[in-house]
């Protein structure tokens, strides 16, 4: 949880099991499934990690992290829809934002807008130290291509 990227959990308060939770997801043109079984909810122009947290069985929440290199127009769109259809899908459920401790518990435009204020702000730490860099990955992918560039 650098400065690299925006980290959040949707914690759901029922326990799933990552096949009906995928069975949600995979319907939906955007979601995919990555070799570690994790979901990407993806396009060109922008990339969400959504992790299970938990054990290999059940668990009650998604971790989103989002590489702050993605370009803002593209995830500005697609990071509000997701979560529009996370909170759809699961109307009880909370959003934490682990870098700032907030905790979003429903899901409007006033909510959306803390929520996007905060992604903001990292993401103009984030410009400070890397410059102006937009490149739709992931976390992990951001720290290949520096390392690549830096070495």
Known sequence: MGLESANYYFKIKRLLTKEVVEKI???D????KNKKGNLLYCDFDYWIDIMFVGDESEFNILSIRI???NP????????KKLLQFLFSKFPSAELID????????HFD???WNVIWNYYKARRIAFSN???????PVSSELFFKYIDEKEG
């Open 25 to 27: 997801f995979i319907g």
């Open 29 to 32: 043109r955007f979601f995919l």
């Open 67 to 69: 590489a702050l290199c």
């Open 72 to 79: 803002v127009a593209g995830i500005e769109h697609s990071f």
């Open 98 to 105: 682990l870098n700032t401790k907030a905790t979003i518990n």
């Open 109 to 111: 435009e006033v909510a």
């Open 129 to 135: 130290r890397y410059g102006h860099l937009e490149l």
